[in-house]
């Protein structure tokens, strides 16, 4: 009996489990108007934060703030050659821990959408195929060539299966959504041939024959065969279509902003236009949009593409590389996704149906004829003129290069170019005075000098030069090149007292040039791949003599056809000439010494538990080749960390064996014409558009994750390449340190009040909130405040014409030693200092 009963007990249990399992499988289709979601369309939002440009710990709090922010869906790339360093052996652990990403964004009620690739393009190294992949013989990368298939398939699959494995597609009760198989082919696709096509189908009938239960996109493939989903990437993409009337348009690629590379200036895209971008799509019968990135994070070791991808990828992203609010960046995009939101069912009841209001002038219609629901989008996409719009019976004031949407397509909820968020300045505030501590500072410095030249037992030689990537496989940024030439004196570059010029040509991407072992002169080239010259006069002894060049890369390519083949490194020539005469010898192709690598490499230096070390008075500074340790205590708080790395030439930095990437600060962005003061976010944006940071060091700043850190007792390993100063380097964190908002009486009721009926919409008028990010910050002082017509921006506002002369204690009464406060714009606060005239109010607030 009891063993029937237990029987029985164990059937309801696994019946019960059963559910359990399957009843939150969820159904993923789609349709020509949207993603059908267990049988509904949907309007989704969505956003990049690829998981290993930031850390376990911060991935909870990336998560939780993108879903406040208003994102459905969180889009990630998968990271080839972090999950298989070496063929057949994986690698899911930490940051390159895959599931766990997926579970958090699931946990968090987020759907997830997975960019397989496995090429991703990405600013990433390689664009992220493992190096071991190009020595496969006979492979050609990303066309229709069997040993690349063969690979891609494996990897391809092995992933899916883990997923699988895992329950987390939608299909078995998952977050994941959707899979991207290849990156943006249709754009490369000309430069491999006839071949292309067949490789895209095969490519699509591989993905498809996976059966994830979901479907599958290629993005920027206007032949992406059936059943993909053919997807658009660009700034804009409202002009997209898709392949097919039976598919959506879907938008897997709006970049927020742009990445940034050594020695160039620092893109930033104005929330305004992104906002418009965003609008105009899902007025012209867009359903999906990703921000390309919505955190972009840092490209920690040697993980960067390019050549020359900075070791940020901040990206000008809603969430900054630490994970802060970007403001007005995140706040504008979440009240412009409320509002859009707020038109989902009237958008997915119908096609757009949209009319001309004017020149430049469109308004869009979405009905859901049964229940008379209406929501509206009109749109200015003229750069210049504001215009007046009659629609519907009522008149609309609408911005150049803005959109309004109405929900109820009556009242305005949003409109793309008024900003009601709040704005914040975020800095990086030096800990070297702050700190009670002085063990959290950086000093004491001890040292290791790196050879010139050959060191290692491993060195080879060759007759000739070789290419570089070739022959390290990137297990090193470095190379050397060595020669020994015996001097005779009666050289032709030596007649007539002149003296010998160096010159070598590199593919890049810099090289430093070394002769009897001091250091002659570096060359560089730039993130758009040009050729390294370098032509340096030298010394050269009777007798024998030594030239070792440190060839280095920064970055392995990431996009174009055949970027896998750009090659780096001295191709050459290399050769002598004469400061005063064209005599040239030609030193390619004597037989050269190579070594992959610097001997500090070897040695695991960058763990800083070696003997060599050498501490005292003696410092070197300011010399190349120079390895640099400390120790420290972690600097107090949970302020996200960097270092400044002003001082420092170009090398990499380890915290506790972890590369916290390659930095790169004597690397100036040229100072001609590229930054403007102000960036007009009227009119076609493009990654020139903005710019700032022109003349100054593409990076300063270097984050370090406070996850990686122990309450004492790190230590901190800095290769230095060309000459630096590690007693100027200090630590710095990341900080809010003003809040603002400008608010005018007149704009359109802030979208969390949408919910109430309009007249006490109307009612309520504008209100102003602030509110210090950190839960121990307060609100310290009031810089600014007026209401009236005051002018500038965040940090830099000033008075109009216009200002009562209470705002500023009205302010510091309703704020002052509080963490957040509010108050009307209204003339019912301030009373009125310029009748008939419409008055903002502006401040600014300092937290501490
Ligand atoms: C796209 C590519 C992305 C990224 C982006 C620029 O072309 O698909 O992976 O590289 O450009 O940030």
Not at 507 to 514: D, E, M, P, R, T
Not at 794 to 803: A, E, I, M, N, V
Request: glycine share 10%; net charge negative; proline share 5%.
């Amino acid at each position: 009996m009891a063993g029937n009963r237990g029987g029985v007990l164990a059937a309801v249990l696994a019946v019960v489990l059963l559910r359990c399992l399957t009843s939150f499988a969820v159904n993923v289709t789609y349709d020509h108007r949207a993603l059908v979601i267990d049988g509904s369309r949907r309007v989704l939002v969505s956003g990049s934060i690829h998981y290993p440009r930031s850390t376990p710990d911060m991935w909870p709090d990336l998560i939780q703030k993108s879903k406040d922010g208003g994102l459905d869906v969180i889009e990630t790339y998968v990271f080839w050659d972090l999950h298989e360093p070496t063929r057949n052996q994986f690698d899911f652990e930490g940051r390159k821990d895959l599931v766990k990403f997926v579970k958090l964004v699931g946990d968090a009620g987020l759907y997830v959408h997975l960019r397989i690739g496995p090429y991703v393009c990405a600013e990433w190294n390689y664009g992220g195929f493992p190096l071991w992949l190009h020595f496969i013989p006979g492979i050609e990368f990303r066309t229709d060539n069997e040993p690349f298939k063969v690979e891609m398939q494996r990897f391809t699959a092995f992933i899916v299966n883990m997923m699988k494995q895992e329950k987390l597609y939608a299909s078995q009760g998952g977050p994941i959504i959707l899979s991207q198989i290849e990156n943006e082919y249709g754009n490369v696709a000309s430069s491999y041939g006839p071949r292309a096509k067949s490789y895209i189908n095969w490519a699509a009938a591989m993905a498809t024959s996976l059966d994830t239960g979901v479907p599958w996109i290629m993005c920027q493939q206007a032949d992406a065969p059936d059943p993909i989903i053919n997807t658009c990437n660009g700034f804009y993409c409202d002009n997209f279509t898709p392949n097919s009337a039976k598919k959506p348009k879907m938008w897997t690629e709006n970049w927020s902003g742009w990445f940034s590379a050594f020695g160039g200036p620092v893109p930033y895209r104005p929330v305004e236009d992104v906002a418009f971008a965003v609008a105009r799509f899902y007025q012209r019968n867009g359903t999906f949009q990703n921000y390309y990135m919505y955190h972009g994070g840092t490209n920690f070791g040697r993980s960067s593409g390019g050549p020359f991808v900075s070791t940020s990828y901040d990206y000008d992203a809603p969430l900054d590389e630490y994970g802060l609010l970007r403001q007005p960046k995140y706040g504008h995009l979440k009240d412009l996704h409320k509002a859009i939101k707020l038109c989902e069912e009237a958008m997915v009841s119908s096609d757009a149906s949209t009319t001309s209001l004017g020149s430049n002038l469109e308004g869009t219609i979405y009905k859901k004829t049964e229940s008379g629901l209406c929501s509206a989008f009109l749109a200015n996409f003229g750069a210049v003129s504001d215009a007046t719009v009659n629609f519907n019976g009522n008149s609309y004031h609408l911005p150049a290069w803005s959109v309004s949407i109405l929900p109820d397509c009556k009242n305005v909820a949003f409109n793309t170019a008024k900003i009601n968020s709040v704005a914040t300045i975020s800095s990086f505030v030096s800990q070297s005075s702050k700190s009670d501590n002085s063990e959290a500072s950086l000093s004491d410095w001890s040292w290791i000098t790196e050879p010139v030249g050959i060191s290692s037992d491993n060195a080879f030689t060759r007759v000739g030069l070789v290419e570089q990537i070739n022959t390290t496989a990137d297990q090193s940024d470095y190379l050397w090149y060595s020669l020994s030439i015996d001097i005779k004196g009666d050289e032709p570059f030596l007649e007539n007292g002149s003296h010998a010029v160096l010159h070598v040509q590199s593919l890049g991407h810099a090289l430093h040039a070394f002769v009897n072992g001091i250091f002659s002169g570096s060359g560089r080239g730039n993130s758009g791949n040009s050729k390294v010259v370098l032509d340096v006069p030298i010394n050269l002894l009777p007798g024998a003599n030594k030239i070792d060049l440190l060839s280095l890369t920064v970055g392995l390519q990431n996009y174009g056809g055949h970027y896998d083949l750009r090659g780096a490194g001295v191709t050459g020539p290399v050769h002598l000439k004469s400061s005063n005469s064209s005599s040239i010898t030609d030193l390619s192709s004597q037989q050269w010494k190579y070594q992959i690598g610097l001997k500090g490499e070897e040695l695991s230096l960058s763990d800083g538990v070696s003997s060599l070390w050498t501490s005292g008075s003696s410092l070197p500074t300011n010399q190349p080749l120079i390895w640099y340790k400390t120790t420290f205590d972690a600097p107090e708080g949970d302020n996200p960390l960097a270092i400044d790395f002003t001082g420092m030439g170009k090398g990499e930095a380890w915290v506790n064996g972890e590369s916290i990437g390659r930095y790169w600060p004597a690397y100036t962005a040229s100072t001609t014409g590229a930054c403007t003061n102000s960036c007009n976010y009227k009119g076609h944006y493009d990654d020139r558009k903005c710019l700032k940071d022109c003349g100054k060091p593409s990076q300063t700043f270097y984050h370090v994750p406070r996850s990686w850190l122990k309450p004492s007792g790190n230590v901190l390993v800095l290769f230095e390449e060309t000459g630096g100063d590690p007693t100027r380097t200090s630590f710095a964190t990341r900080e809010v340190v003003s809040v603002c908002s400008r608010i005018s009486e007149s704009h359109p009721t802030p979208i969390d009040t949408w919910a109430i009926s309009s007249d006490a919409r109307k009612q309520a008028g504008p209100t102003m909130s602030l509110e210090c990010p950190h839960p121990d910050q307060l609100i310290s002082s009031i810089k600014f405040a007026s209401f009236g017509t005051p002018h500038g921006t965040c940090g830099s506002y000033s008075h109009g014409k216009c200002s009562s002369n209470n705002a500023l204690s009205i302010l510091q009464e309703a704020c002052l030693g509080s963490r957040s406060c509010s108050v009307g714009v209204s003339i019912s606060t301030f009373g009125d200092p310029c009748a008939g005239v419409t008055k903002s109010l502006a401040v600014e607030a300092s937290c501490t």
